[in-house]
């Protein structure tokens, strides 16, 4: 999937378990330049600290915190320690009252089935074909049906592809 087909939501937790007391290593500033790039992420701070907004300008860059707009100390979705292993898939978006938000990308999902024709019916197109050709049932343990995997190769075909 490429980047620009990901679908975003805010990286700052919401719901149930999303306080800060739920998670203290989820609380700490991302470091966003003029560019409205992150450049770094700060250290999580101390139970004292409690910054006044979400968005804190410190010089040439700001300082995110996990603040939602009733000024609720939230938490990210990663704690302090994981957080850059993941930093590709987070990107700021300035929303319509100049706040910076963060986003991140929601790339791995569950596939939903949407291929309900009989044409994909695995006993029929699948053991049955494998049976027809010589095959014994256990030959293969999970056979699929041929034209499933034709459908699903012609879905993902490019120009380039293998």
């Known amino acids: 999937m490429l980047k620009t087909d990901w679908e975003w939501s ?10 800060r007391t739920d998670a203290k290593n989820c609380f700490y ?13 700060g250290e ?12 804190i300008k410190k010089g040439k860059f700001s300082l995110i ?17 994981t957080v850059k292993s993941i930093k590709d898939r987070l ?26 024709d009989t044409k994909y019916n695995a006993g029929d197109y699948g053991t049955k074909l494998l049976t027809s050709l010589g095959f014994k049932k256990g030959d293969f343990d999970f056979p699929k049906s041929i ?3 034709y459908d699903s190769l012609f879905v993902n075909d490019k120009v380039d592809s293998i």
């Open 10 to 19: 805010n990286f700052r937790n919401w719901g149930g378990e999303s306080l």
């Open 29 to 41: 500033p991302v470091k966003v330049n003029s560019s409205n790039e992150i450049i770094d992420f």
């Open 44 to 55: 999580v701070c101390e139970d004292t600290f409690h910054p006044k907004a979400s968005n």
């Open 65 to 81: 915190y996990p603040i939602d707009n009733e000024g609720v100390e939230r938490k990210w979705r990663y704690a302090r320690d």
């Open 91 to 116: 990107k700021v978006e300035v929303d319509s009252n100049g706040v910076i938000q963060i986003k991140i990308a929601k790339v791995s999902r569950p596939f939903k089935t949407m291929w309900y």
């Open 147 to 149: 034209n499933l995997v």
